[in-house]
């Protein structure tokens, strides 16, 4: 699967935010990057500020560009505010649904798992990072696949019932996909509203 593989601390710098997790480099360093990053002080148009926001949701969420305008073009046609189901889409992601587990430590190791046939939905391997889950789906580790470190590392620790959508069941290591979050149960910084923006210009 195709997938931004370059510097992430960059990335990040370039918002502002730890868009991709935790990041010790990126917590040193937050400036823009760059040589003249510290005194920048170029003023950005409506438009830099909305392509700004899509591109922020797309690196948060691992998601390239063609993904991402499909994404939007199902939120569009669905009922209900696109910019928030957009965002419910982005979260129902099988990648992301291992990471808010707990699962992985990072949404690219999420769908690191997910590629390499470690997850299981419904007592079945999957591994498309990309598909959408259903309520009531339940998302488990592979058996042979419980003792990997970097799973065992992730789960020490972890607050499983952070996200009152996901229900943990530690019999399985996974979860229930029990509804799909609100907008409030949605943790990202993302102004999804600049987005839907940027797109009715197209």
């Known amino acids: ?23 010790k480099y990126f917590e040193r360093k937050k ?10 002080r170029k003023k950005t148009s409506e438009y830099g500020i909305q392509l700004k926001e899509k591109q922020k949701a797309k690196y948060t969420y691992g998601v390239l560009e063609r993904q991402f ?5 199902k939120a569009s046609r669905s009922k209900g505010i696109t910019g928030e189901v957009l965002l419910q889409l982005l979260e129902s992601r ?9 699962i992985a430590p990072s949404r690219r190791a999420a769908r690191q798992l997910v590629s390499h046939k470690h997850i ?12 959408t889950l259903r309520v009531g789906d339940v998302i488990s580790v592979r058996e042979r696949s419980k003792s990997l470190e970097v ?8 607050n499983h019932n952070k ?3 996901l229900e943990w069941e530690e019999t399985i290591i996974g979860g229930k996909f029990l509804n799909v979050p609100l907008r409030e ?4 910084n993302i102004k999804e509203q600049l987005i839907v923006e940027l797109y009715s210009k197209n």
């Open 1 to 23: 699967m195709a997938r931004y593989t370059g510097p992430k601390t960059r990335i990040a710098r370039k918002f502002g935010e730890a868009v991709y997790g935790p990041d």
């Open 31 to 40: 400036n823009p990057p760059g040589q003249h990053g510290v005194n920048r």
């Open 69 to 73: 305008a499909n994404l939007f073009d």
């Open 94 to 102: 099988l990648d992301n649904v291992v990471f808010r587990l707990g």
């Open 120 to 131: 299981m939905v419904n007592g079945e391997l999957v591994n498309i990072p990309s598909y």
């Open 151 to 158: 799973i065992t590392a992730a789960l020490s620790g972890v």
């Open 163 to 165: 996200f009152s959508w």
């Open 185 to 188: 149960e949605i943790p990202e």
